[in-house]
């Protein structure tokens, strides 16, 4: 193993690549591409336009995710399952064997509650690791609703929708981002003197979009989100909550 190098490549809108993005895919040799379960081909899809925007020429590698195993504890389930991408990043490799850079495109920014530092970690012999920072599903979440991450001097949390719905609003944010929120866990909170802006999709064609206040636009989000994961398959979406100014 030698130089492993991340591309954040934003959240699903070519243009979001950086101009140091693009550069690293056209210097890369190989590219791992995952391909995940069935309904989800857009994805790898997406993946490969990316590469193709970028006039990249590197030999490209698909090579399929494991699942997760749903019968063990959060922590163990999560543990196994890095472990078992590293295995297969590694038998790709080795199977490609090319010389030079390996690049992976990583949705947002590979900084973000994003696992593919810690899978790197685990690879053996490790890796020099190089970072490409892409636009965050924050940064398009703020854009498309246009307005500001933060209050004037106020602190924002991003947290998860699991911490959420367990640990209930975290003090003393006046904002809080919420990541990898399958459950919508802001129905966990009491909706007085709350705001949501939501987004699904950010970036991409079919981009969607709801704001307001909780009480209202909670309900509108659970059955959007419900009715486009549905007829999707998948969905990736992230949303802000900010409490009124006093």
Partial sequence: M?????IGIGTGNPDHVTLE???ALRDAALVLVPRKTKGKDDLAELRHAILAGAGATAEVVEFDMP??????PYAARVHRWHDEIARRWSAAIA???VSGPVALLVWGDP????STLRIADRLSPAPRVRVVPGITALQALTAAHAIPFNTVNGAVTVTTGRSLRDHGWPEPAESVAVMLDGACS???LSPVGLTIWWGAFLGMDNQMLEAGSLAE???RIVETRAAAR????WIMDTYLLRRAQE
């Fill in 2 to 6: 030698g130089d492993l190098w991340l």
């Fill in 111 to 114: 900084g973000l509650y994003d």
């Fill in 95 to 97: 199977r490609a064997g």
């Fill in 217 to 219: 636009a909670g309900p």
């Fill in 67 to 72: 699942v997760r195993d749903e019968s063990l």
């Fill in 21 to 23: 993005g693009r550069r």
């Fill in 230 to 233: 549905a007829r999707h398959g």
């Fill in 186 to 188: 802001f129905r966990a």
